[in-house]
C-alpha cells in the first residue's frame, strides 16, 4: 500500500485552504503581529513554514524571519518565494538557546504525534520574554466531545489541557482566543472541494466517520499567545 | 478554478422561466460571513441560476449542517 499523503500535501485540500494551508488563511497571522508588535529585525522562527507565506509575510514587516519544516513537497512549494526556509525537524530545532524573539506555530502543534518534545524546543529557542505564537485545533467541551482522534487532528486537546501544557514548558499563556468560525468557514470549503462532510472529517482524523462509531469530537480553532518565562 | 467548482447539470437544454437563456456563470454562495464562487447554469437575463438538486441535497445540504453544528 503507498504511504497516505498528508492533507496539507493534498492539492484539492490547497485548493481549499489557499497557500496558507490553515483555517484563516493569513487573518491570525495578522492579528497575532498587531498583538505582538515585534520591532524591526526581531529574530522570529515560523515552525512550521509550509510554503513560506508566513515568513515572506513576516520579512514584509521587517522582521528577521526565517522558516522550518519537515516536508520536501512543501519546501519545494516554497522555493519560489526565495525567504529563508530550512529542512528540520520540530523536535530537533537547527538553534542555538534563547535567541529567538518570536516562534509562530500555525496549525501544527495539533498535527504532530510529539507535541512534548516540541514544545520543549520551541522553549529551548525562545528568549526569555519572547513571544509564542499559536493557533491551531483544540476541542471545545460539550456532549459530544472525545479526545483522542487520530490523524492530523489528533493532538487537539481541550483548551485547559492545552494551556496547562504551555504553562508546564515555561511558555507562560496572555491571550487565548477562540476563532472556530475559521475552521467552520474552511470545513465549508473543503465540503465543496472533497464532496462531503465524512471526507473531511475522514481527511482530518484520519479514520472513516461511519466505521468510528461513538461521538464526534467537536473541534474548534484558537489563538494563543504565550511569552517565555523569564529567569 | 478547480473543476469541483463548476456544477452544472448533466443533462437536458435548459430555458429560464423568464425565457432566457442560461449559460455557465459565476455566482457568489455565501454563507454567514464567508462564501465562495462556484460556477452555475445562469439566466443571462434575469441572473437566475440553476443549482442542480445533487448539489443541494449534497455539498450545500452539508455545509448547513456544519454551520447549524457551530
Redesign the interface.
Known amino acids: 500500500m503507498p504511504p497516505a499523503v498528508a492533507p496539507y500535501e493534498r492539492e484539492?485540500v490547497r485548493?481549499a485552504t489557499g497557500e496558507t494551508l490553515r483555517p484563516g488563511g493569513m487573518a491570525l497571522t495578522e492579528r497575532a503581529l498587531a498583538l505582538c508588535r515585534f520591532p524591526a529585525g526581531a529574530r522570529v522562527l515560523d515552525l512550521g513554514s509550509g510554503t513560506g507565506a508566513t515568513v515572506a509575510r513576516l520579512r514584509q514587516e521587517g522582521l528577521a524571519a526565517c522558516g522550518l519544516d519537515c516536508s520536501p513537497t512543501l519546501l519545494a512549494l516554497a522555493k519560489a518565494r526565495q525567504a529563508p526556509l530550512i529542512a528540520g525537524l520540530a523536535t530537533a530545532l537547527p538553534l542555538a538557546d534563547g535567541v529567538l524573539d518570536g516562534l509562530f506555530c500555525e496549525c501544527v502543534l495539533s498535527a504532530v504525534n510529539q507535541p512534548e518534545p516540541m514544545l520543549t524546543e520551541i522553549a529551548r529557542v525562545l528568549r526569555p520574554g519572547g513571544c509564542f505564537v499559536l493557533t491551531d485545533l483544540y476541542l471545545r467541551p460539550g456532549p459530544t466531545a472525545q479526545a483522542g482522534v487520530p490523524g492530523c487532528a489528533g493532538g487537539a486537546v481541550y483548551q485547559d489541557v492545552l494551556l496547562e501544557r504551555l504553562s508546564r514548558h515555561g511558555l507562560v499563556p496572555l491571550r487565548f482566543e477562540d476563532h472556530?468560525?475559521l475552521l467552520?468557514?474552511l470545513?465549508?470549503?473543503l465540503?465543496?472541494?472533497l464532496?462531503?462532510?465524512s471526507k473531511v472529517l475522514s481527511m482530518i482524523t484520519g479514520r472513516d466517520p461511519a466505521c468510528s462509531g461513538g461521538p464526534k469530537p467537536r473541534f474548534g480553532y484558537c489563538l494563543v499567545l504565550a511569552a517565555k518565562e523569564s529567569l | 478554478m478547480s473543476e469541483r467548482t463548476v456544477f452544472l447539470p448533466e443533462t437536458g437544454e435548459w430555458r429560464c422561466s423568464c425565457g432566457g437563456e442560461m449559460q455557465p456563470a459565476k455566482v457568489d454562495a455565501t454563507y454567514l460571513q464567508g462564501g465562495f464562487s462556484i460556477t452555475l447554469l445562469t439566466c443571462t437575463k434575469c441572473g437566475t441560476p440553476l443549482v442542480p438538486e445533487d448539489l443541494c441535497l449534497g455539498r450545500m445540504y452539508e455545509v448547513e449542517r456544519v454551520l447549524e453544528d457551530k
Open positions: 484539492d485548493r472556530t468560525r467552520a468557514d470545513t465549508c470549503r465540503i465543496f472541494e464532496g462531503s462532510a
